[in-house]
């Protein structure tokens, strides 16, 4: 369109400057074929228009799975497949895991729901590093957890939803987002100082979480 245009100018231009020592203004009349070059079709325009087709690329929410998948897929940006669990963080610091020479034997309880933060992290083994977590018991039987690992460099935080039940001293756990794992551990509900703890044990391994 803008060439045409372009041509259209040049033909006005090259009329005004047909003028020879005062020749009739006749001369100048424009013809018949120049209304031709300066016409402007919708053919010369398919060029430019955004056609449906054009925008078959971009991003659909039909590629949103319900595992969390990445929606942001333009971006490149892949999320971990838990992304979507649920929404919070964590509300305390890492705690640094301390050698001891024994554990307690774990007794059962009432858990009550809440949220509760990691505070210790106890072995009686080699390991060493740091671990973080927060974990929420929820309506329905479910605990809405984000931890992350440290050993010798910075584990993947990890968002989980996960149900629970409780028998005995086990408290088992099964994750329904962010994966299929299941645990099996022992645990103790305690109170010290008006605070409410929740102690889980592995083995050699013992987190200890304080509710809020």
């Known amino acids: ?50 056609s449906a087709a054009a925008d078959s690329a971009v991003d659909s929410t039909v590629a949103d799975t319900a595992t969390g998948t990445d929606a942001i897929a333009d971006e490149g940006i892949t999320w971990d497949t838990a992304g979507a669990c649920h929404g919070f963080g964590f509300g305390a610091p890492a705690v640094t895991i301390a050698k001891v020479t024994s554990l307690p034997t774990m007794t059962g309880g009432t858990i009550v729901g809440g949220i509760y933060d990691a505070v210790g992290f106890q072995t009686t083994g080699t390991l060493t590093g740091s671990y973080r977590a927060t974990w929420s018991f929820v309506a329905g039987m479910k605990i809405e957890a984000i931890e992350q690992t440290t050993l010798t460099s910075p584990g993947p935080i990890v968002p989980r939803v996960l ?15 962010g994966g299929s794992s299941m645990f099996n551990n022992e645990y103790t509900v305690r109170t010290e100082s008006g605070a409410t703890y929740l102690d889980v044990r592995q083995d050699t391994l013992m987190f200890t979480f304080k509710k809020r």
């Open 163 to 177: 149900t629970w039940s409780t028998s005995g001293t086990s408290l088992t756990r099964t994750q329904i987002c």
């Open 1 to 50: 369109m803008r060439r045409n245009a372009c041509l259209a100018l040049l033909v006005v231009l090259a009329g005004c400057s047909s003028e020879d020592g005062g020749s009739t203004p006749a001369t100048t009349t424009d013809s018949a074929t120049d209304s031709v070059t300066v016409t402007d079709t919708a053919v010369a325009d398919t060029g430019v228009v955004d």
